[in-house]
């Protein structure tokens, strides 16, 4: 069953409150929403999620420890439409787990995993038309290389996107694994699974994860009310350096003013960056999947 990464640090870091509104972006199977609506009593939850496997999991769990909830079927880039809609304009704490939850990986039918046998589909909103099949049967020899080698930091995207021209059509996810090994030089086979990287990227690809989380983060620094707090956990390192460039940006003096001997106070930066933290040892060697995790923390003093 999906274990939550960093669960512990996510929950002491959002400074919950009693009556709290905090948003988690990544509702999955209710492991952080789980524990932080137990210590919101009087506060209210609101959670997004667009895998309705997840939902209706999560609705019963959740149901079971409060009614102080709202479940949004949505991509997170929705974040403030779906809560302006809804009358909320500010909130105490938001948080996204950017890991796909391993519910979908250990599903076979879904299409995330390159050890498993499935039809190519890698899709969190299974109501959407692009799939893993269509990207990897449809597109160009050039778009192919581009996202494997802008989304999944493939360093053989050319030799693979050869592969899988050569191939086509390619209906299920051990096949495009095989096509995958055979496109790349042994030694690499060695060193890690060599899909790893292409199935990311195409998963990427699929579910526009990285706009569409850019989008998000970029709202949520809108929606955070004074005091309140915005944890991202990260897995791999495009999404961690979106972050890392969007919190930069608002915690930063602008170059213009930082030699003035005094900073009028319109300048002065309106989020301070609290920390980074890593999974403990044991942590890892508990759960694999939080082996390339990392939570930033971020805090709106202005």
Same mark, same amino acid.
């Given at each position: 069953?999906?274990?939550?990464?960093?669960?512990?640090?996510?929950?002491?870091?959002?400074?919950?409150?009693?009556?709290?509104?905090?948003?988690?972006?990544?509702?999955?199977?209710?492991? +952080?929403?789980?524990?932080?609506?137990?210590?919101?009593?009087?506060?209210?939850?609101?959670?997004?999620?667009?895998?309705?496997?997840?939902?209706?999991?999560?609705?019963?769990?959740? #149901?079971?420890?409060? #009614?102080?909830?709202?479940?949004?079927?949505?991509?997170?880039?929705?974040?403030?439409?779906?809560?302006?809609?809804?009358?909320?304009?500010?909130?105490?704490?938001?948080?996204?787990?950017?890991?796909? $939850?391993?519910?979908?990986?250990?599903?076979?039918? @879904?299409?995330?995993?390159? +050890?498993? =046998?499935?039809?190519? /589909?890698? @899709?969190?909103?299974?109501?959407?038309?692009?799939?893993?099949?269509?990207?990897?049967?449809?597109?160009?020899?050039? =778009?192919?290389? #581009?996202?494997?080698?802008?989304?999944?930091?493939?360093?053989?995207?050319?030799?693979? %996107?050869?592969?899988?021209?050569?191939?086509?059509?390619?209906?299920?996810?051990?096949?495009?694994?095989?096509?995958?090994?055979?496109?790349?030089?042994?030694?690499?086979?060695?060193?890690? +699974?060599? !899909?790893?990287?292409?199935?990311?990227?195409?998963?990427?690809?699929? #579910?526009?994860?990285?706009?569409?989380?850019?989008? $998000?983060?970029?709202? !949520?620094?809108?929606?955070?009310?004074?005091?309140?707090?915005?944890?991202?956990?990260?897995?791999?390192?495009?999404?961690?350096?979106?972050?890392?460039?969007?919190?930069?940006?608002?915690?930063?003096? /602008? =170059?213009?003013?930082?030699?003035?001997?005094?900073?009028?106070?319109?300048?002065?930066?309106?989020?301070?960056?609290?920390?980074?933290?890593?999974?403990?040892?044991?942590?890892?060697?508990?759960?694999? @999947? %939080?082996?390339? %995790?990392?939570?930033?923390?971020?805090?709106?003093?202005?």
């Amino acid at each position: 069953m999906h274990k939550s990464v960093l669960l512990e640090e996510c929950i002491e870091n959002l400074n919950l409150k009693e009556n709290s509104i905090i948003v988690d972006c990544t509702l999955g199977y209710a492991g +952080h929403s789980s524990e932080i609506l137990k210590r919101i009593k009087k506060g209210f939850l609101f959670a997004f999620d667009q895998d309705l496997d997840a939902i209706n999991y999560s609705e019963n769990k959740l #149901n079971k420890i409060g #009614n102080n909830f709202c479940v949004i079927k949505s991509n997170f880039d929705n974040i403030k439409n779906e809560l302006n809609s809804r009358n909320i304009f500010k909130v105490n704490g938001i948080l996204y787990d950017l890991g796909v $939850s391993s519910p979908q990986l250990d599903n076979d039918e @879904r299409g995330f995993s390159f +050890h498993k =046998d499935a039809r190519l /589909d890698m @899709r969190m909103d299974k109501t959407k038309t692009l799939d893993a099949y269509y990207v990897v049967n449809n597109y160009s020899y050039e =778009d192919l290389v #581009n996202i494997l080698y802008k989304y999944g930091e493939e360093k053989y995207s050319h030799s693979i %996107a050869k592969g899988i021209i050569k191939n086509r059509p390619i209906t299920t996810t051990l096949e495009l694994s095989e096509i995958v090994k055979m496109s790349v030089p042994e030694k690499y086979r060695r060193e890690t +699974h060599p !899909a790893r990287r292409t199935f990311q990227a195409i998963r990427i690809e699929v #579910n526009n994860e990285l706009d569409a989380f850019e989008k $998000s983060l970029k709202s !949520a620094l809108e929606l955070i009310d004074v005091g309140g707090r915005i944890c991202v956990i990260t897995f791999h390192s495009l999404e961690d350096k979106i972050c890392k460039d969007i919190f930069k940006s608002v915690s930063s003096i /602008d =170059d213009t003013v930082k030699k003035l001997p005094v900073i009028p106070n319109e300048y002065l930066p309106k989020f301070k960056i609290l920390k980074t933290i890593e999974p403990k040892k044991e942590e890892v060697n508990e759960n694999n @999947r %939080a082996r390339s %995790a990392k939570l930033r923390i971020i805090e709106r003093i202005g």
